[in-house]
């Protein structure tokens, strides 16, 4: 770009249109890409598959039916003791399966995380049954 000045003539300016028409296209090149659907695995970054994953998950599943975790859907938590028990007892049949198979740990997370999970169900089973008795009628028979 030059500008020359002479006696009584207007400088002349050169504008350069090529790179107006570059960002516009580049500017339409972003649109369509954001109007793509993303895959859910761009939108969700999953962790590798491991076995430390695999304990995670099913204490978590355990954890969200002992009412731990609220309900995503209500928000409110849930108590669904067999459920619980169910993913409990899946995490000690993993124990039980690959005992000697596991790193040291994975070995010691397993171990203390199945022991958190059934103090935690002792626990609730014993407030949910003592919550059960205080809500059932009493009997009006008196024994002798």
Do not use: C
């Not at 500017?27 to 695999?54: I, R, T």
């Not at 009412?67 to 028990?85: E, F, H, R, W, Y």
């Not at 198979?101 to 935690?120: F, P, S």
């Not at 059960?132 to 009493?138: N, R, S, T, V």
């Amino acid at each position: 770009m030059s500008e020359e000045t002479g006696s009584g003539e207007e400088p002349k300016i050169i504008v350069d249109d090529d790179w107006k028409s570059q960002v516009e296209k580049e500017k339409e090149e972003l649109k369509e890409s954001a109007n793509e659907p993303k895959g859910e695995a761009e939108e969700h970054a999953l962790p590798p598959a491991s076995f430390m994953v695999l304990m995670s998950t099913l204490a978590t599943q355990a954890m969200a039916a002992m009412g731990l975790i609220p309900d995503p859907m209500t928000g409110q938590p849930s108590v669904n003791l067999p459920m619980a028990k169910h993913f409990i007892d899946l995490l000690g049949m993993l124990q039980e399966k690959t005992q000697g198979n596991l790193t040291e740990e994975e070995a010691n997370h397993l171990r203390d995380g199945l022991h958190q999970l059934r103090m935690i169900y002792v626990s609730t089973e014993q407030s949910s049954a003592g919550t059960a008795a205080e809500a059932a009628p009493k009997s009006s028979i008196e024994l002798p």
